[in-house]
Every structure is written in C-alpha cells, then in structure tokens.
C-alpha cells in the first residue's frame, strides 16, 4: 500500500503563487506516475498534472504555461509549483500515484486527502 500525504494549499489572490507538496510513503517502490488532480464544487474531479517516474510531464490546457509539476524520486515527493493564479483555480487538489501497469488487471492506484486552493478575485 502507499499512503499519500498533501501539503502547501491555502488561501491566495489572483495572481499569486502556491506550491502543493505530496509526500508518498509505504510502498513506494511501487510508485510510476504521479500527478495532481482538482476537483471544485458541483464539478467532476480532473487531471491538472502528472509525471512519469523518468520526468516526462503531462498538463491540463488551462494550467499550461502556469503550473509546473516536479517530483524527487529520492524522497517519494511530487510537487506542484502554481503561479498566477485564478479564481477558476480554486478547488480541493488532490494528490495521484499508480504503479504503471494501466490496462492490467495489476493495475493500482492511490489518492490523498486533498488539499484546499482558494484564489480570491
């Protein structure tokens, strides 16, 4: 099992910046992806970043050019490092892990607990 922890979220104004920091523990060894993923209110949860274990990165279109995702592998941490900052950006991030073995019956994944982003106009 692993177990994912958040951090960083709060309260912000437009134009700001945060960085979420997601600290994995468990079985770590386990770990390929990681990402982040948002979910606001009366909206369905969506993919905002996410980085394979070898650095290759994916981001959602409304983040892109604003949002950086990092991750050290070292200390089984992702990061998310979010600059100018929106109002449409408030919502509860969530932290993501799986183990890569997508359309396998192996296949698992992993969540945290989220964390809140509040941009205020």
């Known amino acids: 099992q692993v177990q994912l922890v958040e951090s960083g979220g709060g309260l912000v104004q437009a134009g700001g910046s945060l960085r979420l920091s997601c600290a994995a523990s468990?079985?770590?060894?386990?770990?390929?992806?990681m990402g982040w993923y948002r979910q606001a209110p009366g909206k369905q949860r969506e993919l905002v970043a996410s980085i394979s274990h070898g650095g290759t990165t994916n981001y959602a279109g409304s983040v892109k050019g604003r949002f950086t995702i990092s991750r050290d592998n070292a200390k089984n941490t992702v990061y998310l490092q979010m600059n100018s900052l929106k109002p449409d950006d408030t919502a509860v991030y969530y932290c993501?892990?799986?183990?890569?073995?997508?359309?396998?019956?192996?296949?698992?994944?992993?969540w945290g607990q989220g964390t809140q982003v509040t941009v205020s106009s």
């Open positions: 468990g079985s770590t060894f386990s770990i390929s992806d």
């Open positions: 993501h892990a799986n183990n890569g073995a997508a359309l396998t019956p192996f296949y698992r994944d992993y």
